[in-house]
């Protein structure tokens, strides 16, 4: 019988174990859970997101963007621009809740204390 070394189950120390270092290694949520469960499984691609904050709120440098997937940041240019990547999502969000409150953004965001961002929208 041939006995495969999958977890069962999304923990952080599975997560964890599972994700490489350096933006060249990373890996699609699918790829993750495929990794960890041993089979695609969309809910769990929801519930490893979850996981993978936990893990950042806990202090560890997982990065993700687009065209590398999850990984763990080999160095501070990695972890810069996965940070940039993450605070530009906020800012769409934080636009959205400017416009619903109708509350401009400068002021919506020095209560935040968050850096003004440079706009390529025309006056």
Excluded: W
């Excluded at 189950?9 to 599975?14: F, K």
């Excluded at 929801?46 to 990065?63: E, N, P, S, T, W």
């Excluded at 972890?79 to 959205?96: D, K």
Aim: hydrophobic share 40%; with cysteine; charged share 20%.
């Amino acid at each position: 019988m041939h006995t495969e070394s999958i977890q069962q189950e999304l923990t952080p120390h599975a997560v964890r174990s599972a994700l490489r270092v350096g933006a060249d290694n990373g890996q699609t949520a699918e790829q993750l859970v495929v990794a960890i469960l041993g089979h695609r499984n969309t809910a769990a691609e929801r519930q490893l997101r979850d996981v993978i904050v936990a893990l950042r709120m806990a202090g560890h440098a997982i990065c993700a963007e687009p065209t590398h997937g999850y990984y763990i940041a080999a160095n501070s240019t990695e972890l810069n621009r996965a940070c940039e990547f993450l605070l530009a999502r906020s800012m769409t969000s934080l636009r959205q809740i400017s416009a619903m409150r109708r509350v401009a953004m400068p002021d919506l965001r020095g209560q935040l204390g968050l850096p003004l961002e440079k706009t390529h929208e025309s006056a």
